[in-house]
């Protein structure tokens, strides 16, 4: 099976800089992705890495390292509807794009 | 981008009985998958539905529980059976990634509540 550790909870303020970081376990990994679900919404996508390296889309960033088995989600002057749940999720070598495995999320509140 | 519309967007039940759920794809996808999101959980990837064939289920999850149809590329429904609030979660859909594209799209989920 697969398994993907992050932290339950991160605070920060509004303008501060925080990581997420997501460790996994799987067989077969292919790419890693985060998703943003404010309550009560679907998940939306922020950002993908199939390789090594940083990914920067506006003010998210996410990082790969494939022999450390580990990610990052770094999300920069962060706003008060930044405040949601961040997910990393695994998808698999050999398996259909878009069946995704996730993590148990990370809580992230800004405060003003 | 797809747009996926889910049926119905909230639900409350008694034990004991069915509910059917239906997501509806804008465009056609030979790939659909249903996910179950416990209260304050993460998501859990229940099935994979491929129009044409059986549905393949996770581990934990079976078909006599989660039936699951897939009459053509644009539509598909799960049925959570013979419910218990343990089944109370939001059930979310979503579809394939197409080749060249790293955004998976999905419903807006349906909110069930057992009682």
């Known amino acids: 099976g697969q398994s993907l550790e992050q932290p339950s909870e991160v605070t920060a303020v509004e303008g501060a800089i925080v990581q997420i970081n997501c460790t996994y376990q799987?067989?077969?990994?292919?790419?890693l992705s985060w998703y943003q679900q404010h309550d009560g919404g679907a998940p939306t996508f922020l950002s993908y890495n199939a390789l090594d390296g940083l990914e920067e889309t506006g003010r998210f960033s996410s990082f790969l390292s494939r022999s450390d088995s580990y990610g990052y989600l770094l999300l920069q002057e962060l706003q008060m509807k930044d405040s949601a749940s961040y997910f990393c999720?695994?998808?698999?070598?050999?398996?259909?794009?878009?069946?995704?495995?996730f993590g148990r999320g990370t809580q992230l509140t800004v405060w003003p | 981008s797809a747009v996926i519309s889910q049926k119905p967007s909230r639900d409350i039940c008694q034990r004991g009985t069915s509910l059917t759920i239906q997501c509806q794809v804008d465009?056609?996808?030979?790939?659909m998958f249903w996910y179950r999101q416990q209260p304050g959980q993460s998501l859990t990837l229940i099935a994979t539905a491929n129009q044409g064939s059986e549905a393949t289920y996770e581990s934990g999850f079976v078909i006599d529980k989660f039936p699951i149809s897939r009459p053509n590329l644009t539509f598909s429904t799960l049925t959570v059976s013979n419910m218990s609030p343990e089944d109370s979660s939001i059930y979310l859909c979503?579809?394939?990634?197409?080749?060249?594209?790293?955004?998976?799209?999905f419903g807006q989920g349906t909110r069930l509540t057992v009682v």
């Open positions: 465009s056609q996808v030979t790939m």
């Open positions: 979503s579809v394939e990634v197409p080749k060249g594209n790293t955004e998976a799209f």
């Open positions: 999720a695994v998808e698999l070598r050999g398996s259909t794009l878009g069946r995704l495995y």
């Open positions: 799987t067989s077969g990994f292919y790419g």
